[in-house]
């Protein structure tokens, strides 16, 4: 049972270029989330999904695409990736059926837009 | 306009005394908060929580105190040990966006 798996756990982009962050679990979760990181900022929301074929915009999701095809996985792309894409991205789950459980978060992707 | 206000950016203790973490918010409708803890290079991991009918919650060495009407939270930890030195970051749930509202993280530094 790994939980929340991210990968990659480090990338280097050049402004412009694409790329896609995974996310997979492997707890059934329905409910997926992807926050970034950035220093004095706390963690910022920037797309979730609720179920498979579901998914909604957070907090700052400009720049960002997500889709939800199979409940686990919830990738995240960059379609042209910018400086102010520099982040370290964590993917979360909420396990079903208890309100208000906690976010279960991945180890993180950190991503340096150069 | 952060809604969640961790204006201690850091803080150092003494291993065996109390740590305390403050946690300030402006929207009323949250309902719920939690406590994450975060070691370098992983992921926050759950701490503790309190519904917001509450003013008080206990595990162990961890206790969460809630003022609704000054809309301020408090981590204290009790007694401090070195493992404990991490960063701590507030959340809140807004129960219509089904999304957290989290701080700016407090690292706390528990000296041996």
């Known amino acids: 049972n790994a939980g929340v798996t991210q990968t990659p756990k480090f990338q280097v982009l050049k402004t412009g270029q694409s790329m896609t962050l995974q996310c997979a679990q492997d707890?059934?979760?329905?409910?997926m989330s992807w926050y970034r990181q950035d220093p004095g900022m706390g963690l910022r929301l920037i797309h979730y999904?609720?179920?498979?074929?579901?998914?909604d915009q957070g907090e700052v999701p400009n720049g960002y695409n997500v889709s939800r095809s199979t409940t686990e996985d919830f990738p995240l792309r960059l379609l042209s990736a910018a400086p102010s894409q520099t982040s370290v991205y964590f993917c979360?789950?909420?396990?079903?059926?208890?309100?208000?459980?906690?976010?279960?978060f991945g180890n993180g992707t950190r991503l340096t837009v150069t | 306009d952060q809604q969640v206000k961790q204006n201690s950016p850091s803080l150092s203790v003494q291993e065996g005394r109390i740590s305390i973490l403050n946690c300030d918010y402006t929207?009323?409708?949250?309902?719920?908060f939690l406590w994450y803890k975060k070691y370098p290079a992983e992921g926050p991991t759950f701490l503790i929580s309190?519904?917001?009918?509450?003013d008080k919650n206990e595990d162990g060495r961890f206790t969460v105190f809630l003022n609704k009407s000054a809309k301020h939270l408090s981590l204290h930890i009790v007694p401090s040990q070195p493992g404990d030195s991490a960063v701590y970051f507030c959340?809140?749930?807004?129960?219509?966006?089904?999304?957290?509202?989290f701080g700016s993280g407090t690292r706390l530094q528990v000296q041996p």
């Open positions: 309190i519904s917001s009918i509450k």
């Open positions: 707890m059934n979760h329905e409910y």
């Open positions: 929207n009323s409708m949250f309902d719920y």
């Open positions: 999904s609720v179920g498979a074929g579901i998914t």
């Open positions: 979360a789950t909420i396990s079903p059926g208890k309100t208000n459980s906690p976010l279960h």
């Open positions: 959340a809140a749930n807004n129960p219509g966006r089904r999304a957290l509202t």
